[in-house]
């Protein structure tokens, strides 16, 4: 019931459409039968280019655009009548229409509404002449001169008005009140230009040629041009910073493995679209992502869908759906129009498609195009290192279970095999050596009493990682509490920057560090004061542990550390360098010691912050 409501509004927007775009040309069609032979063809031709350049290039107001041609319109009707002015403003907004790549029923509405209510507003203001009677002749022009342009926008505006009002998609009091507004700044741009144009026609009517009215009306058009350079820079500058935000969120995410809500967040600020919907590649199966918008369906692809899908390798711009049916076009509402289908490419193959979609033909531009692709391109870029991360993560928790698998065989289980040697021993010598029974027993429970410690120390180990349990910054002030508790130290903990989310390896390392770098200053450094600083900077996180004890010579700690097999300094720094990070500790004798501690941010799957020198 809504799709035939949808459609039944749609066909009667339509209907309003083609019967004034019909009434339009056959305006301009009658007008064009009647034009004669131009005195100053030079002039007509100055003028056509004039409003050719006003119109493609509108200028920018308050949260909108609007065309300055109206003076020049009103001129041209002074100088050459109603015929060759419908017929030249006609022709021109049909052609600047064209050159705009707009659907044919806006090339046919919009050059159509524009001569009727032109035509209008003149039939209005002829009527009302008699009735104007000043002393001054350009107070008279001007009065006739508003009228004409009241009526004119008001016509123009109703016309389109109609249409948004009898189009299925809302049209809200807000983007009317906006539109009104765009048009009223034209219209005062229009009165003053025009106040002008009579009175220089008032003084100098004698002379008034080729040049008078091309240094007149040049300031206008130069207006019109340079405004639009102007708003076509800040429009790309914008995209382009829309696109580096997105990006830093998408990068932010990565991590923790929550990049794919990026879509629901910030997605919108990129591009505005009507319907969204993201599939991913897992194995060979495509799975739906993300869906938002006018989607009717979110099956998994078929094998014939995945066969098309894997032969898109580029972005593909569909402008009409009529003319051109896309893949995934049943997935989507009938009343899309037009599509973007950008594949997710990583070292030439697929992981995934971004489809976007408006309810407009030819509604998506050149610069709509790249900013998906290139937003594709980085949806790519974090699938693939979600995959690194993921994998990293296995190797490191195959590698710890590796070695408490070595610590239980080459400790706890050669300590158990042992003591059972030992009982059995026991056990066959006590009916004649009861007494040496008695020793061999008692050594094999010392054993089994260490193995025992051993083995909970070992599942201790296998808990939950205090970072995955409460998070980094909870756990490194757990730590601290804890040993200001037992120890009587003043330790001073300072954040400094934006907390941001880090996967679990990266901050179970870090903590790991951190415990060992306190426990040094704690056992070693006979401090009362440590100072650590957890520093979330553009491009590294920094993590520095200070005490002001007695220092120690670093040759010789790290001579001490290759024949040490408890974790010390080299495996301090055997840990930092599994996420690309770097190790310094400064210290000398007496001085205190200084651990630094630096992970470079874009090593662990994240982007720049925003930084306005960076920017700049």
Known sequence: MQTSSFRLRENISRIFMTSVSIAGSLLILTHLMNVEVPHNPIILLLFSVYIIICEYFPIPVWKGNTTLTFPI????????GLSWTIVIYGLAVLLVNILSRRPLRIVLFNPTTLVLSFFIGVKVMESLDFYIHYDSLVLDSFVSYSILLIVFIIVNNLMVDIVLWLRPQTYFGKAWMQKNIVEGYSAIISLVYGFMVFLLGNERKEVLDFYSFFFFFSPLVGFSLLSAVITRLRKEKNRLKALFSVTTDLNKLVPTNRFISIMDSSFQ????????????????????????????????????????????????LIDNRRNDIGIADAYFDYDLKSFIYAPLVIENGQVGMLI???????????????????FANQLAIAVKTQSLIKEKEKRLLLEERNRIAREIHDGIAQSLAGAIMNLETAERKFPHHPNETIQIVSDSTKKLRDSLKEIRQSIYALRPYPTEQVGLVPAMKNVIQSLEKEGGLDIRFEIRGKEVSLSSVVEKLLFEVFQEGMA???????????????????????????????????????????????????????????????????????????????VPIANLGRGKEYDSSFVS
């Open 269 to 316: 600020k990129l591009i505005d679209v009507d319907a969204e919907m993201l599939w991913l590649k897992e194995n060979d199966s495509w799975e739906v992502q993300h869906i938002n918008g006018m989607v009717q369906s979110t099956e998994p692809l078929s094998s014939e869908l995945i066969q098309l899908v894997n032969t898109v390798t580029k972005p593909v």
């Open 520 to 598: 040094n200053s704690v056992k070693h450094s006979r401090t009362k004061r440590i100072d650590v600083l957890l520093g979330y900077q553009s491009e590294q996180i920094l993590l520095k542990i200070k005490d002001y004890g007695i220092g120690f010579s670093l040759i010789e700690e790290v001579i001490r550390a290759k024949s040490t097999p408890h974790f010390g300094i080299l495996n301090m720094n055997e840990s930092v360098e599994k996420v690309n990070g770097s190790l310094q500790i400064d210290s000398k004798d007496g001085e205190g010691t200084e651990i630094t501690i630096i």
């Open 356 to 374: 976007v979609g408006r309810s407009r033909t030819k509604s998506f531009s050149e610069d709509d195009l790249s900013s998906v692709a290139t």
């Open 73 to 80: 319109i009103v001129t041209l009707y002074l100088l050459y």
